[in-house]
């Protein structure tokens, strides 16, 4: 063969290769297609073009990244606080100890291994020793009843709960003091009378044994009958100048009996709660079953009698006002962390009574037709501490404003406005969740007001 033909044939054959090659790779899809006519400039902005948008897609799955390790961040932080939480509370109801004892039993291997056998159901962790992320247990119900403290008024401020009876014994005992001096006569020179000086030492000792019942209609309604038993005693001291006395002479009376009954319903008007004050309005009815004024018997006014000393005073002491009563209020509660202020407004109307007439020592019947005594407008504020779960303590003041009486629709001589003001001091005892103890303290700080007030409640639920 000669070289010329050679080298067609090669030529030739090269030529095939070269155009089986560009035929296979523009059937491979995985060459990038780029167009026989495009130079080396049009090719490199093309590849960065490319390259920008895969950098924008990875900065895009960079955000997503760091966004999504910030919700795994902020959910391992309240996992934490969740897992200190239920820590806390195993602590608080002693699963901690128990957990204890049965793991020293389990590797004692002795007979109390079985004794406190762990249930598959109330694991409290998994085979790592994690906490499993399920509830355990049931979450406690909200509270919406105001909270306990120690009273100190006679209007309670938690209500009893519905289907629940409380029982509540109580005792007072109060005890006052007056001093009277009354000039009868004329003077004819500064400090020189002519006439009657009578001065007056009352002393009263009031004591009350009191049962409450209370009854929860619903855990906003509650009905409540109190009966009291009332004992009084009075001493009356007094000497008459001029007249030929000169020694002190006591007149003495006293009284006991069933006194007024009363009758009360309770409503908590609104839910409270942290920082939100608590209402309840109430509705108070007092009936006269009590021995009232006007039914005991009268010292006469002039020396009638040989036991008599013409004092005008009740020889026995009257158990009850006398009166029909009506009386609205509201009590409210405010929880403000660590202690609980409260109050009471309220306003006392008495009815007046027709056709009176009181009975005289050896004169009868004393006719004294229409007697209405004055209303009482009433208000008190206080504060309660709890010292721990079972004591607290309340310290408050109680401040009335008591109406003028009147006769036949004229002032009775003698009688005018008066204001009782009482600071009370009290605490409570919790023995049980059934059966407390409570103590007030009351001091009077005007001179209207009875000396010292002691009252003693154990109220029981049943």
Same mark, same amino acid.
Request: include cysteine.
């Given at each position: 063969?000669?070289?010329?033909?050679?080298?067609?044939?090669?030529?030739? @054959?090269?030529?095939?290769?070269?155009?089986?090659?560009?035929?296979?790779?523009?059937?491979?899809?995985?060459?990038?297609?780029?167009?026989?006519? !495009?130079?080396?400039?049009?090719?490199?902005?093309?590849?960065?073009? &490319?390259?920008?948008?895969?950098?924008?897609?990875?900065?895009?799955?960079?955000?997503?990244?760091?966004?999504?390790?910030?919700?795994?961040?902020?959910?391992?932080?309240?996992?934490?606080?969740?897992?200190? *939480?239920?820590?806390?509370?195993?602590?608080?109801?002693?699963?901690?100890?128990?957990?204890?004892?049965?793991? @020293?039993?389990?590797?004692?291997?002795?007979?109390?291994?079985?004794?406190?056998?762990?249930?598959?159901?109330?694991? $409290?962790?998994?085979?790592?020793?994690? !906490?499993? %992320?399920?509830?355990?247990?049931?979450?406690?119900?909200?509270?919406?009843?105001?909270?306990?403290?120690?009273?100190?008024?006679?209007?309670?401020?938690? =209500?009893?709960?519905?289907?629940?009876?409380?029982?509540?014994?109580?005792?007072?005992?109060?005890?006052?003091?007056?001093?009277?001096?009354?000039?009868?006569?004329?003077?004819?020179?500064?400090?020189?009378?002519?006439?009657?000086?009578?001065?007056?030492?009352?002393?009263?000792?009031?004591?009350?044994?009191?049962?409450?019942?209370?009854?929860?209609?619903?855990?906003? =309604?509650?009905?409540?009958?109190?009966?009291?038993?009332?004992?009084?005693?009075?001493? !009356?001291?007094?000497?008459?100048?001029?007249?030929?006395?000169?020694?002190?002479?006591?007149?003495?009376?006293?009284?006991?009996?069933?006194? %007024?009954?009363?009758?009360?319903?309770?409503?908590?008007?609104?839910?409270?709660?942290? *920082?939100?004050?608590?209402?309840?309005?109430?509705?108070?009815?007092?009936?006269?079953? @009590?021995?009232?004024?006007?039914?005991?018997?009268? %010292?006469?006014?002039?020396?009638?009698?040989?036991?008599?000393?013409?004092?005008?005073?009740?020889?026995?002491?009257?158990?009850? &006002?006398?009166?029909?009563?009506?009386?609205?209020?509201? $009590?409210?509660?405010?929880?403000? %962390?660590?202690?609980?202020?409260?109050?009471?407004?309220?306003?006392?109307?008495?009815?007046?009574?027709?056709?009176?007439?009181?009975?005289?020592?050896?004169?009868?019947?004393?006719?004294?037709?229409?007697?209405?005594? @004055?209303?009482?407008?009433?208000?008190?504020?206080?504060?309660? =501490?709890?010292?721990?779960?079972?004591?607290?303590?309340?310290?408050?003041?109680?401040?009335?404003?008591?109406?003028?009486?009147?006769?036949?629709?004229?002032?009775?001589?003698?009688?005018?406005?008066?204001? =009782?003001? !009482?600071?009370?001091?009290?605490?409570?005892?919790?023995?049980?969740?059934?059966?407390?103890?409570?103590?007030?303290?009351?001091?009077?700080?005007?001179?209207?007001?009875? *000396?010292?007030?002691? $009252?003693?409640?154990?109220?029981?639920?049943?």
């Amino acid at each position: 063969m000669s070289r010329k033909s050679w080298r067609n044939r090669c030529s030739t @054959g090269c030529a095939g290769l070269l155009l089986l090659g560009g035929v296979a790779s523009a059937q491979d899809p995985s060459s990038p297609a780029v167009p026989p006519s !495009t130079g080396s400039g049009e090719l490199s902005a093309v590849l960065r073009q &490319s390259m920008h948008e895969q950098n924008a897609r990875i900065a895009e799955m960079r955000s997503q990244l760091a966004a999504q390790n910030a919700q795994i961040e902020a959910m391992k932080r309240e996992l934490a606080s969740q897992q200190a *939480d239920y820590r806390a509370l195993r602590r608080a109801v002693g699963l901690d100890t128990l957990d204890q004892q049965r793991a @020293g039993n389990i590797r004692a291997g002795g007979p109390g291994a079985s004794a406190l056998p762990m249930p598959a159901g109330d694991a $409290t962790t998994d085979a790592a020793g994690q !906490t499993p %992320d399920r509830p355990v247990g049931q979450a406690p119900e909200r509270d919406e009843r105001p909270p306990a403290v120690a009273p100190i008024f006679n209007q309670p401020g938690v =209500l009893t709960p519905r289907g629940k009876l409380v029982v509540e014994p109580s005792y007072q005992f109060g005890y006052s003091s007056a001093d009277r001096v009354a000039l009868i006569g004329y003077t004819v020179i500064p400090a020189i009378l002519i006439g009657l000086i009578d001065a007056r030492q009352v002393k009263t000792t009031t004591q009350t044994g009191a049962v409450a019942l209370r009854y929860g209609l619903s855990n906003r =309604l509650e009905m409540e009958l109190r009966i009291p038993y009332v004992y009084g005693h009075t001493d !009356t001291i007094s000497r008459e100048i001029f007249t030929g006395s000169a020694t002190d002479k006591v007149f003495t009376s006293s009284g006991h009996g069933i006194g %007024d009954i009363e009758a009360t319903a309770r409503y908590q008007l609104n839910d409270g709660g942290a *920082d939100r004050p608590y209402y309840v309005g109430w509705l108070r009815f007092k009936s006269r079953t @009590g021995r009232d004024p006007f039914e005991v018997t009268t %010292d006469c006014v002039n020396r009638c009698v040989q036991n008599a000393t013409g004092t005008g005073l009740p020889l026995q002491l009257p158990t009850g &006002s006398g009166f029909y009563s009506l009386q609205p209020g509201v $009590t409210w509660l405010y929880p403000s %962390d660590p202690v609980v202020f409260f109050g009471n407004l309220s306003y006392l109307h008495n009815f007046p009574r027709h056709n009176v007439s009181r009975t005289v020592l050896l004169g009868g019947k004393e006719p004294l037709g229409t007697v209405r005594v @004055g209303d009482i407008a009433d208000v008190s504020i206080g504060m309660g =501490l709890a010292l721990n779960d079972k004591a607290s303590i309340s310290i408050g003041y109680d401040q009335s404003f008591v109406g003028i009486t009147k006769q036949n629709g004229k002032t009775v001589p003698g009688s005018a406005k008066s204001v =009782l003001g !009482t600071l009370l001091i009290g605490g409570s005892y919790r023995f049980s969740d059934k059966r407390s103890m409570n103590f007030t303290l009351g001091v009077g700080v005007t001179r209207d007001t009875p *000396d010292a007030t002691v $009252t003693v409640r154990m109220p029981m639920t049943y």
